[in-house]
């Protein structure tokens, strides 16, 4: 596709249920990132993907959070008996390649909007 | 833990009035990126800043990496209406990028 796209755009759900948000990279990119951002807050690092790689999942803030990326396109970050203060924007941004030599810029989705009632 | 720090939180200018905003990281960072995200968008690329002491233009807006390549600053010359949005900056050290809190720029009239 012409750029990062992310589904659903938006998500109410209650307190305590599973949800799960998608994000579909530019083609052939191998970098992949997932960021959450709160209302008038810059963004927080969530976890890393790069290529076949183990991802580093130091930004997740606790076990309700996971994330997979199936045959190094799609991903999938699953936030697992959601709470209130889950509720954010959730952005995925991919680069053209990663590892130590990333110097690449990071192309973001348009985010899905979390909100947990 | 990695931190940085991004100051001004906000700021309001005349159009025609310059403007910058400054990034502080704790530790060194391998290179650092700037993002503008429009009210309602998703922030996107400006520049990419590696090495120490490094100075980037694009037409009204300079671009600096600090020589210890801990700071960054961004400036913009003779803001326009079309400047507004949130800058970030975002520094990489390892695997991870730590972006700034922003600053939000509200250019008047």
């Known amino acids: 596709g012409a750029g990062v796209s992310q589904s659903p755009s938006n998500k109410v759900t209650e307190k305590g249920k599973d949800v799960e948000l998608r994000c579909d990279p530019i083609?052939?990119?191998?970098?992949l990132y997932w960021y959450r951002q709160s209302l008038g807050q810059g963004l927080e690092f969530l976890i890393y993907f790069q290529g076949n790689s183990a991802p580093d999942k130091s930004g997740l803030p606790s076990d309700r959070f996971s994330a997979e990326r199936t045959g190094g396109s799609v991903s999938t970050l699953t936030i697992q008996r959601t709470q209130q203060e889950d509720s954010a924007v959730y952005l995925c941004a991919s680069s053209a390649s990663g590892g130590p030599l990333l110097y690449n810029e990071q192309f973001f989705g348009p985010g899905t909007r979390l909100t947990v009632l | 833990g990695q931190q940085v720090m991004q100051i001004p939180q906000y700021q309001h200018v005349q159009e025609g009035e310059d403007f910058t905003t400054y990034c502080n990281s704790s530790t060194t960072l391998s290179n650092i990126q700037w993002y503008k995200q429009r009210p309602g968008g998703h922030p996107v690329f400006l520049i990419q800043?590696?090495?120490?002491?490094e100075v980037k233009k694009q037409k009204r807006l300079t671009f600096q990496f600090g020589e210890a390549k801990k700071n960054s600053s961004l400036h913009i010359t003779a803001t326009q209406t079309t400047d507004v949005g949130t800058y970030f900056c975002?520094?990489?050290?390892?695997?991870?990028?730590?972006f700034g809190t922003g600053t939000s720029l509200t250019v008047i009239p």
């Open positions: 975002a520094g990489r050290s390892g695997n991870q990028f730590y």
């Open positions: 083609s052939g990119h191998t970098a």
């Open positions: 800043l590696v090495k120490s002491g």
